[in-house]
């Protein structure tokens, strides 16, 4: 997931229905919108934070779009997972909505030495079962054994890991680098467990483990009684990971989502398993960033599943994989990456989404997740990007891809049994004091408008920053056409 989940509080959620359920009832005009939001920026809790709020009729022509309320719309700020809205926007223009890539294994056989080159390119999508029909057709390719498998991953070039993501990201299966290997998404689960009382936790693999197993230095403790508190962290420049904190005796599992920190290295252990279960022994594997040039014959290859699929878990999930392989797919098929899929990715964005009339100077792109802290974005610039998504070719594709207000996605448990909930589809963001949410949003009683709210140093936990948010648009919703 893009950002950090928080738990929401029961006793906000049921404040926020009520409110909502009275407000719509209630309803009112445009001009009533104003002195109601800005009496919510004007909050204490909110006194050393920043809050920027765009609000707009959405309108297929710019005289046609009458902006309702505007608060520090052209002010920068820290978008989070809202920056997906603009990768996703630029791929969808770009490749399309049926784009797929492939990954391939070409070879030279010859009796039972065989040479095999597997040449990825970044599919996000790839799993165990991907890597299941490579082995199967090698095997109906009368392959009885491989001397040296070794995979290409060069396709993106530049780093695997955005080296802007902070250390304690990176750790974690959110946090974890794209590259053109990857399976899984480049995740490892584990399950934590508690044993007798005094014995420390124990911990399993549930995704199958590296080729060599991390060492994990594990100075946790089954307690009697108490709160559950567990870490699993990997020291920076170390390669073992310590298990430290407590669980109580009879607590309930609990599992947790790694990064893969050689996914290249996995991915190919991964296919010499699944080579080995069909028959197809494989004496070495190594890596290598340059492709051989000479190798033409292709033996296997996979496909991935559309763009269409990948924008979905994108937005919908805020999953920053996909997100951060979709960046590095435009920095490679724009032709000009120098180097660093990166770099390339960020300025492709900005030169696909000009003819759309979005200012390149109204957002800055590091990377295509939002797990940067050097994304910066104004609330007018998602407005304008919305508003132009709303009428491409692909605008239906583009908005089932977000989160449903009460019903699915990162969007599902808020604004239930409120008239918000099933009327408005948009993108979450959230990093630590920071959140997000840009959209479409139906009031029962209003055209449909289009919004965005950023919110940015505030000193409040996740169920805090949402419940902000959410308030502002329960306002929004109460909208009556007057």
Known sequence: MGHRRWAGKVGIGLALA???????????CRADLGPRLDAIANRPELRRARLGVVVETQAQAQ???????????????????NIKLFTTAAALQRLGPTYTTRTAIYGTTGGDLTTLHVVGRGDPSLREEQLADLSQQIAQRGVTRVNQLIGYDGYFPGPTVHPDWEWADMQYGY??????????ENELV???????????????WVTPPPPTPWPVENVSQTAAGGSNTINLWRGFGSSTFRLSGQMA??????TLSMAIHEPAEYFLGRLQQQLRSVGVPVAQTSVSSQATASVTTELAAVTSSPLSEWILITNQRSNNQYAEAILKTLGVVSGDSRGDAIAA?????????????????DYQIADGSGLSRHNLATPQSFVDLLQAMAYVPHAGVYRESLAVAGEAGTLRNRFRNTSVSGRLVGKTGALSNNA????????PNHPPVVLSILLNNIDQPGSGMRAIIDEIV?????????
């Open 436 to 443: 997000s949410l840009s959209g479409y949003l139906n009031p």
């Open 345 to 361: 990715g960020s300025e492709a964005i900005q030169t696909i989404l000009s003819p759309l009339s979005i200012d390149p100077i």
């Open 175 to 184: 946090g974890a680098g794209v590259n053109a290997l990857m399976v899984a």
């Open 249 to 254: 005796a009879g607590s309930d599992p609990r």
């Open 190 to 204: 584990v399950r934590i467990s508690p044993r007798s009382v005094g014995q420390p936790l124990n911990l399993e």
């Open 63 to 81: 005289t046609g779009r009458r902006l309702i309320y505007g608060r520090d719309r052209d002010a920068y700020f820290v978008p989070a997972s």
């Open 474 to 482: 329960l306002e929004i919703s109460q909208l009556n056409d007057c």
């Open 18 to 28: 009520i409110l909502g359920q009275a407000q719509a009832a209630l309803g009112m």
